[in-house]
């Protein structure tokens, strides 16, 4: 499989929208749509699948770990892209609607909302509940693997959230509590004759946000080629696993910058995340904050008008109305390791491992391959 590439040197690497990229793995694995040449055979010839979506492994990371994952380096399969932002809460709508961000409309980890901002991934506002207010089906109405409704396996905590409404809604919940009861409820839907699984993992993106990309990520990678090799020992004959990811990760430590006392002046809202920020202007600034931008932040930044972005496609084909609204009046787009700080985007710790841009790192993901 051929690796997807930027455009040019020094250029964002976008999804391949119409090729190998995560928006197109569910709806070839449930028959939606013609298989792709660039999935592997051994995916479609099975008579059940389980899709793995392990949180967080680039492609990048895998190759630079050859010894630490023998059991993920032995499937068959390659690079694809994410999307953009590469960040879950998008990516994960994507993979299980099928759908691009700018059709699914979930595109960003914090979206601008009527002036406020939604968190995605804990469904609050302002630190609050907003599943209510902010209605998860209304938000992301589209229905996720065909309608399908599938066997499900993921955290037992994430079975009333906002985000599992907006992007898991219909399908039949299994909840687990450490790694072990993952392989678990996975041998059991397959023992019950289910044709497709989806499991969701998120460790390896944890630990690669709290310590970075050092001897904590090493381990649990480990950790996860074993978990792997335990879901090939329960599955049944006729069983093929596929492996896939959201995103990769980049090491930026405490490489925060500031926004520029001439950009900041210019800012009513921030959105997104550390490594994609939109910034949302002053009434009638936006011309003003774009130029600022480009002044103080082009060093370290892809700086991008929302005009951009669409014109380049980066929220695939015909972007919603809906969609269109969600996104900021300028992306600050990390080109180099470092993060944009925003005060309101706060966390329980410092965040060390970080994703959401569109370099190599951050956007080629892994799909692999093997059949029992």
């Known amino acids: 499989m051929d690796i997807p590439q930027p455009n040019g040197a020094g250029e964002p690497l976008l999804p391949r929208f119409d090729g190998p990229c995560i928006a197109n793995v569910v709806p070839a694995l449930i028959g939606a749509t013609d298989a792709p040449p660039w999935l592997p055979a051994a995916a479609l010839e099975a008579d059940r699948v389980v899709l793995l979506v392990i949180d967080g492994l680039g492609w990048e990371q895998l190759q630079a770990r050859p010894t630490l994952a023998p059991t993920l380096r032995s499937f068959a399969g390659g690079a694809i892209t994410t999307i953009a932002p590469s960040t879950t809460a998008t990516a994960l709508t994507t993979i299980t609607t099928g759908l691009p961000p700018g059709q699914h409309g979930v595109v960003g980890y914090r979206v601008a909302v009527e002036g406020r901002v939604l968190n995605t991934l804990r469904w609050t506002v302002d630190g609050r509940d907003a599943r209510t207010s902010i209605p998860p089906a209304t938000f992301q109405p589209h229905a996720c693997f065909g309608a399908q409704k599938p066997a499900i396996v993921t955290r037992a905590e994430f079975r009333t959230s906002g985000f599992t409404g907006a992007h898991l809604d219909g399908t039949r919940f299994s909840g687990y509590r450490v790694l072990s ?41 480990v950790a996860i080629d074993r978990m792997v090799a335990d879901l090939l020992a329960v599955a049944p004959p006729g069983t093929a696993l596929v492996v896939i990811s959201d995103h990769g990760q980049v090491h930026v430590d405490d490489n925060v910058v500031t926004l520029h006392p001439d950009v900041a002046a210019l800012v009513a809202l921030q959105s997104g995340e550390g490594r994609f920020r939109w910034l949302h202007p002053r009434a009638g600034r936006g011309a003003d904050l774009l130029a600022a931008c480009q002044d103080h932040h082009a060093d370290t930044a892809w700086v991008r008008s929302v005009e951009q972005t669409l014109d380049e496609g980066w929220w695939g084909p015909d972007p919603t109305d809906a969609a269109r609204r969600r996104l900021g009046a300028v992306a600050l787009v990390a080109r180099e390791d470092v993060a944009y700080h925003d005060p309101d985007d706060t966390g329980p710790y410092v965040l060390v491992g970080r994703h959401g841009s569109l370099t190599s790192a951050e956007m080629l993901v892994p799909l692999l391959v093997a059949s029992v």
Do not use: Q, W
């Open 181 to 221: 009861t993952l392989v678990t409820e996975v041998g059991r839907l397959l023992g019950a004759h289910e044709p497709f699984v989806y499991a969701y993992y998120d460790g390896l993106d944890k630990v690669g946000h709290e310590y970075g990309l050092g001897p904590h990520y090493d381990a649990e990678l």
